[in-house]
């Protein structure tokens, strides 16, 4: 069993930073983590992710603004968040150990979420 256990969500005026963190306790060896946001009246996506071995994957609409992290005992993940837009506003949640691609799938675990708001 993995629980996964977000914060550093927040409001920021848009062109602002934010950094969410990721803590995973239990078993993760093997596992692919990452970052998925939903907004109001939209479909989860997938906004990145980085696998056990350290391969990154990012949706084309964070690409060069967010980067993702990770501790040495891979068992917290970082997302930082530059540059941010209105459109990045949503919930956004912690995953691991899902099955599928980079940044979509079904299963594994995930957190409770946490809330980014943009203004412009």
């Known amino acids: 069993q993995i629980q996964l256990v977000e914060s550093g969500g927040g409001s920021v005026q848009a062109g602002g930073s934010l950094r969410l963190s990721c803590a995973a306790s239990g078993y993760t060896r093997g596992c692919r983590m990452g970052w998925f946001r939903q907004a109001p009246g939209k479909e989860r996506e997938g906004v990145t992710s980085?696998?056990?071995?350290?391969?990154?994957a990012y949706s084309n609409s964070v690409k060069g603004r967010f980067t993702i992290s990770q501790d040495n005992a891979k068992t917290t993940v970082y997302l930082q968040m530059d540059s941010l837009k209105p459109d990045d506003t949503g919930i956004y949640y912690c995953?691991?150990?899902?099955?599928?691609?980079?940044?979509?799938?079904?299963?594994?675990?995930w957190g409770q979420g946490t809330q980014v708001t943009v203004s412009s």
């Open positions: 995953a691991a150990c899902w099955v599928g691609s980079a940044l979509s799938g079904t299963g594994g675990y």
């Open positions: 980085i696998s056990y071995y350290g391969v990154i």
